[in-house]
């Protein structure tokens, strides 16, 4: 790509995100090839596919886990050489894994400042530090307390913290892999709640999930893989969970069987007056 085609990414209202020709391989495993997605500022972003089509992959790739093979990574029209996570960190990355990353008899301060390297170990900074988290926290409605230990956390309140960490850090861009999958139905709505905040703040929201329902709830656009392609991008009012779920898997999916109303047939066992006598004579 040209310094001209660059300078004109940047000129313009850019999108968040670009990635083209992304390609990734494991050993015989070709887990992305030839990715293209674009992601605008300020929006959340569905990726659906069947397990193993490769979303998870490709949000690591962005998020500096793997190093791509082929393809270039644009953040907000800027080509981004990203070759771990501090690079993505650096360019306003923030990523919440299915699997936490916190230290569990740390607290969540703690949690959140480790690794940095201005973090603030020392008083003055460690109480710097406490306000911000707070700030943060109650901006976002998160109710997360900076002394709690993470192992006393519910499953729902350590994902918060994982998405302190990155506000924390300055991200602009917050991927979230499969974030319900361990979340009660109202830790999810609570969730959303918080997600819809930071889109209103204008940050822009990644959002890997399998469940369709999901995706017509909360997103603006949805990417759709198959077997490490991306077979479509579409506005999520202009789709429907069928059609969804047809780009999927690549053929008609029924997603509601009619069932007739059962119709008890004959007995196939009875039993009358049954007694069991255990070996210490006790019925």
């Known amino acids: 790509m040209s310094s001209e085609d660059t300078k004109g990414r940047q000129a313009t209202g850019a999108p968040a995100i670009e990635l083209i020709g992304i390609s990734k391989a494991f050993g015989p495993v070709q887990a992305n090839k030839d990715i293209s997605l674009s992601v605008a500022r300020g929006s959340i972003h569905g990726i659906v596919g069947e397990n193993g089509a490769g979303k998870s992959t490709l949000m690591s790739i962005l998020y500096g886990v793997y190093k791509s093979d082929a393809g270039e990574i644009f953040i907000g029209g800027k080509k981004t050489l990203i070759h771990d996570s501090a690079a993505a960190i650096a360019a306003g990355i923030g990523m919440v894994?299915?699997?936490?990353?916190?230290?569990?008899?740390f607290t969540v301060l703690e949690n959140v400042i480790l690794g940095m390297?201005?973090?603030?170990?020392?008083?003055?900074?460690?109480?710097?530090a406490r306000k911000l988290l707070q700030?943060?926290?109650?901006?976002?409605?998160?109710?997360?307390?900076?002394d709690a230990l993470i192992e006393n956390l519910s499953v729902g309140h350590q994902q918060r913290v994982e998405?302190?960490?990155a506000l924390y850090r300055q991200a602009d861009i917050l991927i979230l892999d499969e974030p319900t999958g361990v979340l009660t139905p109202a830790e999810a709505d609570h969730l959303f709640r918080i997600l819809n905040g930071l889109k209103d703040e204008?940050?822009?929201?990644?959002l890997i999930t399998h469940k369709l329902r999901e995706i017509m709830e909360i997103t603006d656009t949805v990417s759709v893989m198959r077997r490490g392609k991306m077979t479509a991008t579409v506005k999520t009012k202009d789709t429907s969970p069928a059609q969804l779920a047809e780009l999927m898997v690549g053929r008609k999916v029924l997603l509601?069987?009619?069932k007739k109303p059962a119709q008890p047939g004959a007995p196939i066992l009875e039993v009358e007056n049954l007694q069991?006598?255990?070996d210490k004579g006790v019925k």
Do not use: C
């Open 97 to 105: 894994h299915q699997h936490f990353k916190l230290v569990e008899n």
């Open 117 to 128: 390297e201005d973090g603030g170990l020392l008083k003055p900074s460690l109480a710097k």
């Open 135 to 146: 700030k943060l926290s109650d901006e976002y409605e998160l109710s997360v307390d900076p």
């Open 163 to 165: 998405i302190l960490k």
């Open 202 to 206: 204008g940050k822009t929201i990644i």
């Open 256 to 258: 509601q069987i009619d």
């Open 276 to 278: 069991v006598t255990d």
